[in-house]
């Protein structure tokens, strides 16, 4: 797989915790919304955009805290999900007790000591409707240089693996841990390759590395 041109710099971005602007509660708003499987750029992000604007960018939620606190009949007017709610809220609540009240300190807190395999008995694992796609999301977001097994992902490492006469992962821990070691021999970082084969996928007749160019640079 080519190196998709400034890939790097959004790889960079999520590593040092600064996606969004830097808002922990845009990221984990992000990973909630992400988890029902909608569209990202399409369904996920305008409404993100539309959270900040009502929530954060008023002062109604400015921090993990008040994400947590929230009133669920105001934030379905942005997005109506119920279960992606509960998922932000909860995760919210769990990082607001760690950090000192520092956001970006207790999600890069919780990221680092979390461990993949025993993500099931993580406090954010736990979390009803958390799997471990958003388990991973979230720990590359706090700075962790890894990979998510959403289906994209999978599909396009299995087929590199199953050309270099090797046997597709099915298991998503034992995927994530070859798809890193897979990164590391072709020189990327895993994150990096995790990010590649998002956006070489096409939407249309256009790379989604083109064709929303300009959200990237935003988020």
């Given amino acids: ?5 400034g890939v790097e710099i ?24 992400t988890s029902i499987g909608l ?13 900040r604007r009502k929530f954060v960018e008023s002062g109604g939620v400015r921090n993990l805290e008040a994400l947590a606190e929230a009133d669920m009949k105001g934030l ?10 509960n998922i932000a809220k909860d995760i919210a609540s769990y990082l607001s ?9 207790a999600l890069r807190t919780w990221a680092g000591n979390a461990k993949l395999e ?25 700075g962790v240089d890894t990979v998510m097994p959403d289906k ?3 599909k396009v490492i299995n087929e590199i693996l199953e050309k270099a006469g090797e046997k597709p992962i099915n298991g998503d821990i034992e995927f994530v841990e070859k798809a890193e070691q897979v990164a590391l021999a072709c020189g990327y970082r895993p994150i990096e390759l995790c990010w ?3 956006l070489i996928q096409p939407e249309g007749k256009i790379m989604r590395m083109k064709k929303y160019s300009n959200v990237l640079s935003k988020i």
């Fill in 1 to 5: 797989m080519r190196r998709v041109s």
């Fill in 10 to 33: 959004y790889c960079d971005r999520c590593l040092r915790t600064e996606r969004w602007g830097g808002s922990v509660v845009l990221m984990v708003v992000d990973a909630a919304f």
């Fill in 39 to 51: 569209n990202y750029f399409t369904a996920v992000v305008p409404k993100v955009e539309e959270f």
């Fill in 76 to 85: 379905r007017k942005v997005w109506r999900n119920r279960r992606s709610w």
């Fill in 97 to 105: 007790t760690m950090g000192g009240g520092d956001d970006r300190l």
């Fill in 118 to 142: 025993e993500w099931r008995k993580d406090p954010i694992g736990r979390i009803e409707g958390v799997g471990l796609v958003t388990f991973q999301y979230l720990r590359m977001m706090g």
């Fill in 152 to 154: 994209v992902v999978k």
């Fill in 196 to 198: 590649m084969t998002w």
